[in-house]
Every structure is written in C-alpha cells, then in structure tokens.
C-alpha cells in the first residue's frame, strides 16, 4: 500500500447506545483494490457502509476518500465525490422502472437546473437515457427498460442495482452483500462483472458471505468482529489467521471457507 | 354550449388545476389535507386585488399565484417536520385556520363573502386547465420528477443517490401553492363571488380523493381523478338522492379494487404506444448470458 489510498478511515467510532458497533476501526483501501469486508453477523459490516454513505454521523475519528474528510459532508454531496454504494436489501424505487431506476443513479452528475428540467422520460434518444442503457447492457441485463422492478427476479434486481450505483461514475463502489440470493451460475457471471467494472479503475469493498465469491473477486480482505477490526491483509491467508478463525467458529471445523480447514 | 354544461366544464378545469396542486407534493410523498387553505387564499386575493383595488385579471391571477406559492414555500418547512398522518393533520389545520380566519375577517367580507368584479370566461379556464396539465406533465417526464417520484419510494437512498430531499419537497409545497391559488383566482373571477364556506375541508377532502384514486404515479392520475369525480356525480343525477349512496359505494370500491389509484406508471407504460410493437416490458425477465 505504497501509494496514497482511495479510502481511509481512522480510528471510526460509533456508538448506538451502551453498544459500541464500530471501535476505532482503522483501515485503508488501496487505490483500484478490490476489498472484501468480511465478519459473522452482527460484526457492524454494514454500520461502517451507513457511516461511510453518511446515513449516521461518527461518533469519534474520520473518513477520508482520495485525501479529502468526508465524514463532515452531508450525505448527498458524497456521491458527486465519488463514493456509491448498493445496499444489503434491494432498495430500488418500486414505482420507478428499470430505466428510471437506472437514470436515478446519474443524479449527482445532473445538478444544474438545465439538467433538472431536461425531459428525460420524452427524450428516448437522449444522451442521458443512452448512458443508462448502454450500462444495463454491459451488465448482460436484457430486460424491457419500462418493465416494473418489483416484477423481475431477485438476481436481476440486484444486478441493477450495481448498475444504478456504477451510473454516478464512483472512484470507490461499495456493495453490500451482492452475491446473496444469487444462484451460481449469476454469481459467476457477477464475479466476472465486477473485474470488468475493477479493471476499468474503479475500487471496490464488497461486503460479502460467500467467502467462494471473496476468494475469486477480492484479493484483499478486512475482517470485522464486534466492531473491531481483526485482521487486514491478502485473502488468501485470512482463514489461516487465529483471531478470525475463533471470531467465526471458535473451535469448530471452517466450513465457509470450503470445509478443508481444522481448527 | 348550454350553461349547465358550461357550469360543468369551468368546475371540472378548476378541479383539474387543484387535483394538479395537491398531486405535486403527493407525488413526493407528502399528502396535504389544506387544499381548500390555499385555494381559498388565491381566491380572496384575487377578489380582494379585483374589487377593492380594481387591478385587471392580467394582474391579480398572477399576484394570487405568488401569495399561494410564498405561502406554500414558506408552511412546508414546519409542515416538513411532520410525517404521514401528522403531516395530513398539520395542513388540515392550515386549512382550517384560513377559513376560520377569512370568516371573522371583516376586510374579506366576513361570512357574507366578497363580490369579484371582473369576469372570466370559460375559455380561460380552459386555456389555464391545459397548460396546467402540459407543464405537469413537462415537470414529471423531467429528471426533478424522477428525483420527487423517488423521494416519494426511499428518501434515505433518494438522499445517497444524491437528491436534496428537502429542497425537492419544498418545492413541491411551493409548485402546489401556486397552482392551487390559480385554481382559486380562476373560481373567483368565474363564479364572481367569493365565500369563507365553500373552502371547507369537505373540499380540501374531495380533492385529495380525486388524486389518491385517479393515482399518484403519473401525471395522468389526477387528470382521470377530476374527470371522474366531477363528472360522475353529474351522471348520477337521474338517479335522484340515490347519488351520494352511489357515489359512496364508488369511492369504496375503487379504493378496495386499485388501492394504488386507476392509473399507475406501470399501465401507462403497458397502454404506451411505443410498446404496442415489437418487445412489451414483459412481467418476467430473464438474465442474458454472459456478463
């Protein structure tokens, strides 16, 4: 990590009550890295991704992405910086269609009051509506843009909702848990869409449980435990570690990491 | 045209542009119960600027527009502090509060209502109706519509997607108050009189009715809404006192068979003419190869 990271967070501390989910966790993503967040359920993976996006404020320490502190600006101006994320239960817009849930990621990149006022529902071969289709293209997503989310299956949903987060032109894509509900053959195909997305210079942290999907995507891994981070370095290595080893089984045999280890 | 069907198509376009006034914020999610607040305040200044200023309608609709809006722009901010049903009770007592106060207030007639000067006729109304619809239309085809229809699904991810909630719903109150004083001056300078009564919350109700059943999605919900709540009860008439009943039974049903109002964006796409070809946006969907 000779080069200046994309993202750092030092020391990031928040508290929900007596119960302190995140404890001066400090790490850093490497610039064009792809990072898996890994930790059992309840380990505060996605609190970080709400602090990171801004939903909560911190309660001690600072983010900083490509050197400037974003903890300190509101949520909605942190995607114009470069930070977009997808969330761990689908959140697209219901009454919205394919399209239009697409088109709501280039939000942050409309923000004159031209833009605003530009018909983008009229305009068919606007340039606005051409950029959204051409990325639910590249994603391999074949649906009816006017079709209704709500009525597509759940792989599909997921896979736009990467789409509508990649629509800002992110420096840092968040995902969080990404290849949950996915059968094999969509999260190979997700896998293999991600390293496209990764080569073309966008960095990645992906929450994740499929530690088959981490292995294959992530070359590195942070491991989260109660709040507290655990271990930082290859994922390669990471079921060899004796503290994440004891934070997932205590003295059980690995059975996320393929069933092969002993501990 | 006779008068009676004069009389109907000069309700109907008022009722139009107010269904359009409350459909702005509703499709953002807001749901306000003061309609008749506002159209009551575009109302009297227009009377008021018309009779005892003797300004021409060039001048007083568009003065009765800027009070409503300002008035719009300036109650959402408590009335953003509120939410669902709070927010329904907060603008009913805004409603409320107008009329109550446009009763006792001897400069706008009292009980006994103002006399509006100028005359408006229905061609206007009709003019004023269309280009109400066009430019609602305009603004929920616009990315602004995109960001209030998404406010109105997720404001957190609307919010991480980069979208001012609050500046987006303040403007809506603000969009709202101007068109609901349009509806009210063009009631003013139509009818020529003017009463605390008629803003009563049976209206600001009705109003509502015609934009959560004809639908919230789109731009066409209220366009149906107002054309079937004005013109249902008109048809009904043969049948005598039995209207209300019939007219009840309706509202209920509607609300009980498409809870989501007539029209939804989904049937609008469905009945789109760019889909009667070749590929529709099918129900289910399948993941291409590759990817």
Partial sequence: MAAEPILALNNVTKRFGGLTVSDQVSFAVPRGARMALIGPNGAGKTTLFNLMSGVYPLDGGEIVLDGQRIDTVPSRRRIAMGLSRSFQNIRLMPHLSVIENVMLGQHAQASGIGDLLTPISWMRGGVWRRLAMERLEAAGISVHPDADVASLPYGVRKKIEVVRALMSKPRLLMLDEPAAGLNPRETAELSAFLKAVAATGVTLLVVEHDMSFVHDLCEHTVVLNFGKLIYEGPTRAVQDDEAVREAYLGSRRVETAGGSHAA | ?291
């Fill in chain 2, 1 to 291: 045209m006779s008068g009676y069907a004069t009389g109907i198509v000069a309700i109907l376009c008022i009722n139009l542009i107010f269904a359009y006034a409350i459909f702005v914020t509703a499709a953002a999610g807001q749901l306000n119960l003061g309609g008749a607040g506002f159209q009551a305040i575009g109302a009297y200044t227009a009377a008021w600027l018309s009779s005892n200023a003797g300004q021409p309608v060039i001048v007083t609709i568009p003065l009765a527009m800027v009070t409503t809006a300002l008035i719009g722009f300036l109650i959402s901010f408590p009335v953003l502090r509120t939410r669902g049903v709070y927010m329904v009770l907060a603008t009913f007592a805004f409603g409320q509060f107008v009329s109550g106060f446009l009763l006792r207030s001897p400069t706008f007639g009292g009980a006994i209502g103002m006399v509006v000067s100028d005359y408006v006729g229905v061609g206007l109304l009709v003019a004023a109706a269309i280009i109400t619809t066009g430019l609602v239309f305009f603004l929920m085809a616009s990315r602004l519509g995109l960001a209030i229809r998404s406010i109105h699904d997720d404001e957190p991810v609307s919010t991480i997607m980069g979208v001012n909630v609050r500046a987006v719903q303040v403007t809506t109150f603000t969009i709202g108050g101007a068109l609901a004083g349009l509806s009210g001056a063009l009631y003013a300078h139509h009818f020529s009189f003017v009463e605390a009564q008629y803003f009563n919350s049976l209206l600001s109700i009705y109003v509502l009715l015609f934009v959560l059943i004809g639908g919230t999605q789109t731009a066409w919900g209220p366009l149906v809404g107002s054309l079937f709540f004005t013109l249902l009860p008109e048809v009904l008439r043969v049948g005598g006192s039995w209207r209300y009943v019939v007219f009840g039974v309706a509202i209920v049903a509607m609300m009980v068979l498409r809870p989501q109002g007539i029209v939804t964006r989904e049937l609008v796409s469905r009945l789109s003419p760019r889909n009667w070809f070749g590929s529709r946006p099918a129900p289910a969907a399948r993941l291409a190869d590759g990817g």
